[in-house]
């Protein structure tokens, strides 16, 4: 079966800090990727998302590449900021079969300090 | 533009009941899909609805079921809720039913089982 296996957190970083959340999949074919952020309280927010291999998603000064070779799709910062703690998901939903079930992995915690 | 909503916000339960909850897509979404977020973990997919039919579901036992509506709406429904059951429960939806569909999530309802 499909799954997503993320670094464990918490991960705690001090303002202006490089980020790398580390994230590899197992699946069949090639699923398209996503991250995922969800911030206290509230439910998951779309990050960025690649849906072929060597494709870069970005948003917000965050970049994520779907590396085939790797089966790895890690997500990279230059510098965090305070507003980027939260946990983030990575996820996959493949696109054989007819069916768009997605996987989620466990989520990891980002603590940004000032 | 209303996100997507979902009622209520919170519940309180005892083993044995029942339970439904609400979920009301973005205008103009035609598929809606259920997930269980247990504390510390990552999304479990539930159920996908897309067009008012099922089109996946996830490795829950059939206590767990669902249904959209023709104005896109959905319920989950739980019977005989056990200890277990207690989660957040998300509802996401998403204009098309393929992985290219950003899907965009509620705030989720908290059910506590006691």
């Known amino acids: 079966g499909n799954s997503v296996t993320q670094m464990e957190g918490p991960v705690t970083l001090s303002e202006e800090a490089f980020l790398t959340i580390n994230c590899t999949y197992t699946a069949t074919g090639y699923p398209s990727l996503f991250w995922y952020v969800q911030y206290p309280g509230e439910g998951l927010q779309l990050l960025l998302k690649?849906?072929?291999?060597?494709d870069k998603g970005s948003n917000k000064g965050f970049e994520a590449t779907y590396r085939k070779e790797t089966t790895s799709f890690h997500l990279e910062k230059g510098s965090v900021q305070v507003s980027d703690s939260a946990v983030y998901f990575c996820a996959l939903i493949p696109l054989s079969g007819g069916s768009y079930i997605p996987t989620f992995g466990r989520g990891t915690s980002l603590i940004v300090h000032p | 533009d209303a996100g997507v909503t979902q009622s209520p916000t919170h519940l309180i339960k005892t083993r044995g009941q029942h339970v439904t909850l609400r979920c009301s897509p973005i205008?103009?979404?035609?598929?809606v899909s259920w997930y269980q977020q247990v504390l510390g973990q990552g999304p479990q997919f539930i159920f996908q609805?897309?067009?008012?039919?099922?089109?996946g579901r996830g490795n829950f036992p059939d206590r767990f079921s669902a249904r959209q509506f023709p104005n896109y709406s959905s319920e989950l429904n739980v019977n005989a809720l056990l200890l277990g059951d207690s989660a957040l429960y998300l509802c996401?939806?998403?204009?098309?039913?393929?992985?290219?569909?950003?899907?965009?999530f509620g705030p989720g309802t908290r059910l506590t089982v006691l």
């Open positions: 690649a849906t072929k291999a060597d």
């Open positions: 205008s103009g979404h035609k598929s």
């Open positions: 996401a939806s998403s204009f098309g039913q393929s992985s290219y569909n950003e899907q965009f």
């Open positions: 609805y897309y067009e008012k039919e099922e089109r």
